[in-house]
């Protein structure tokens, strides 16, 4: 079952399964659990709040068969779920780039990959040792707005207007790395400046000057 649940004003997705009693002993929850994020993450573009894992036939329903999303909800939030498992999306926290990585005038492939490591590490709330480059960023919890905002932080880091789509084009911190690497910042256009002895051929009332006014034997 999916359904929604409010928290700071904002709409969460719930997920809620029940395991087959014969997977109980065997279960793997974290590749469960990974496999269901991604799953969303791929065909629905949502991030996932919380997981439940059930005990078989756990989940409300009615008489009929249907799933009561309502009842599941306040179990749910009363803590009532008889869970085999659960996982929860860490508290996103905010972070300035700056205090990550020194921004140098130079700035190398390994040190964009460290400041997108460590810019998911503490939103995600886990060691940066746990952060698996080639994942997407939603499988940490970056939903639109904060991969729109972590394209802003980075582009402001690195000095470069960055398009606020990135995140989506290179959806990974391997894609990404890479694209920032590669790509150039797009130089500024310099004013064409006029040769200095351009001024030189105008006399200071705009006339030609007296020395190149053509003689016609006079």
Known sequence: AAFSVEKKGEERLLI??????????????????????????????????AIVLLRPTRLPKTSSGKVQRRACQAKFLAG???????????????????????????VTRDLIRDWLIDKIAQSAGIPPAE???????????LDSVAAV???????????????????????????LTRYLAESQA????????????????????????AFFTPDFGK
């Open 16 to 49: 809620v399964q029940e395991v087959q009693r014969t997977w109980l002993r065997k279960l793997d929850t974290e590749a469960v659990f990974d496999a269901i994020r991604e799953a969303v993450s791929d065909r629905h573009e949502l991030v996932v709040h």
């Open 80 to 106: 009532e779920l008889d869970a085999v498992a659960e996982w929860r999306q860490p508290e996103v926290r905010e972070i300035m780039p700056s205090k990550l990585i020194p921004s140098p005038l130079d």
């Open 131 to 141: 952060i698996d480059r080639e994942r997407p960023f939603a499988h940490y919890g």
């Open 149 to 175: 905002s972590m394209s802003e932080e980075i582009g402001e880091w690195l000095g470069r207007r960055l398009p606020s789509a990135v995140a989506y084009d290179y959806p990974t911190i391997d894609a």
């Open 186 to 209: 797009p130089e500024s256009p310099t004013e064409k400046r006029k040769p200095d002895n351009e001024q030189e051929n105008l006399d200071q009332d705009g006339e030609t000057p």
